[in-house]
């Protein structure tokens, strides 16, 4: 398994089978931007993206990533349906508590301690959820 850190909360952990971009964003991200990488290197083979709430600065470039990729988004329900009417078009939708089973990764929704606010024009969701993932040894 390797992990690499695009700056703020943005990683890819490649399993070997899988390759699962957490909380992509990455334009406007001042790490990243300076790293000399392109939006589209780091979605290249993308298999899976996951988001672990929804604040600009975690959602970023997602929905450009999974229409690039085709690659599923893996989120708490609320925000999953959201992104999918920005035009994400798959969705692995979980809640708290929760676990997620793919081929060798696991996700699983836990309690977080962080504020969450999304802000859509007619409402605000005030969800509290994150992710926590585990890889699974062949």
């Known amino acids: ?31 990243f931007e300076g790293s000399g990488h392109t939006v ?16 600009e600065d975690h959602t970023g470039d997602t929905v450009a990533i999974c229409k690039e ?3 599923p988004l893996i989120a708490v329900y609320e925000l999953a349906v959201h992104m999918a009417s920005l035009g994400v078009e798959k969705i ?4 708290t508590g929760g676990t997620l089973y ?10 977080s301690w962080h504020s969450y606010a999304v802000f859509h024009a007619d409402r605000v969701d005030l969800s509290r959820r ?8 062949p």
């Not at 994150?130 to 040894?137: F, G, N, Q, S």
């Open 40 to 55: 589209l290197d780091v979605a290249k083979g993308m298999t899976h993206v996951a988001l672990t709430h929804g604040h």
């Open 130 to 137: 994150l992710l926590r993932a585990r890889h699974r040894l």
């Open 102 to 111: 793919h081929e060798d990764f696991d996700l699983t929704f836990v309690p």
């Open 1 to 31: 398994m390797q992990i690499t850190w695009f700056g703020h909360s943005c990683f890819r952990i490649d399993t070997g089978k899988s390759r699962i971009l957490i909380d992509p964003f990455l334009t406007g991200n001042p790490t």
């Open 69 to 71: 990729t085709s690659a």
């Open 92 to 95: 692995d939708p979980g809640n």
